[in-house]
């Protein structure tokens, strides 16, 4: 599977962050073979119908569509229109985190590492010009650099992205950021960073030395979900996405994930869904899972 590189763009400034129209993207991007990028998208649908399948789950592309896709989630893109309208912006994590002096700022977005809600947000047409207005107004920036174009590009990608947060909460009924709830992102940060050799609670309560009550309070309060839930969820992603998406057997990919044997992945995955993997696989090959 191809993993799309972020690459220095011929702008005046020196950033890991671009705005890209549909135009400047087809022929690389706009494929239906599985791949995967290195940096955050958020992607801005003027016009355009089919469906995306981003990391096991379909969904629906229609005009005025925003979807959201965070670093190494895989993809499929099936556009109905020949030349679909949209506007990308792309960044990568660490510039990212850099640019604000914040560490966690890319895990407080409610959007980006989404393991329950979707990926995606319908809005109207004037929402969806007031944000490619904006990315307009950015990419100018970029190519023609004047002196505190750095202090524009700044607000302007601030704004953008806690506006989205904002309605991205408002929509599915989730809390912004509270205050002293630092030691959720935090998790949410450890978890994708280690998700793949540490299944324990414990190791991310030794990493964050804290107490599980501490720990859980914080997740709570924050993501409405037990610390433990957040980190089986990250792992049955995964698990879902190599059974989808690539040719390993059950066994390899208990390897890959540090299962001690096959038979413990398949407990975990029966436990957490209900159903074996081969029901998995043969549900969605038929298009009955979603």
């Keep these: 599977m191809e993993t799309l590189k972020f690459h220095k763009t011929e702008c005046g400034v020196d950033f890991l962050l671009n705005v890209l129209s549909a135009e400047e993207l087809k022929g690389y991007y706009l494929k239906r073979e599985v791949f995967n990028t290195d940096f955050f998208e958020i992607i801005f649908i003027k016009k355009g119908e089919g469906h995306l399948v981003l990391n096991y789950k379909k969904i629906e592309i229609k005009d005025n569509s925003i979807i959201f896709i965070s670093p190494f ?20 994590e660490d510039f990212l985190n850099d640019f604000f002096s914040d560490k966690l700022f890319t895990y407080r977005l409610l959007y980006f590492y989404q393991f329950e809600y979707a990926l995606n947000m319908q809005v109207n047409k004037s929402v969806t010009d007031f944000y490619c207005a904006l990315l307009s107004e950015m990419k100018t920036e970029l190519l023609k650099t004047k002196a505190d174009s750095g202090h524009i590009i700044r ?30 992102f935090q998790f949410r940060k ?18 964050l030395k804290v107490s599980r009550i501490t720990l859980n309070k914080a997740v709570k309060e924050q993501f409405n979900v037990t610390a433990t839930y957040l980190l089986k969820q990250r792992l049955l992603i995964e698990i879902k996405n190599y059974l989808i998406h690539s040719e390993l057997t059950v066994g390899e990919i208990a390897y890959k994930l540090n299962f001690s044997e096959p038979n413990h992945l398949m407990r975990f995955f029966k436990k957490q869904t209900g159903m074996t993997t081969t029901e998995f696989l043969a549900d969605y090959q038929n298009g009955t899972y979603s």
Excluded: C, V
Aim: hydrophobic share 35%; no cysteine; net charge negative.
């Design 73 to 92: 989630e895989k993809r499929q893109w099936y556009f109905k229109t020949e030349n679909p309208e949209f506007t990308m912006l792309a960044f990568q």
């Design 155 to 184: 607000s302007l990608i601030y704004y953008l992205l806690q506006k989205l947060n904002r309605e991205y909460a408002e929509e599915h009924h989730l809390a912004l950021e509270k205050e002293g709830n630092n030691y959720a």
């Design 190 to 207: 450890l978890i994708e960073i280690h998700f793949s050799s540490k299944h324990r609670i414990n190791d991310y309560l030794d990493m």
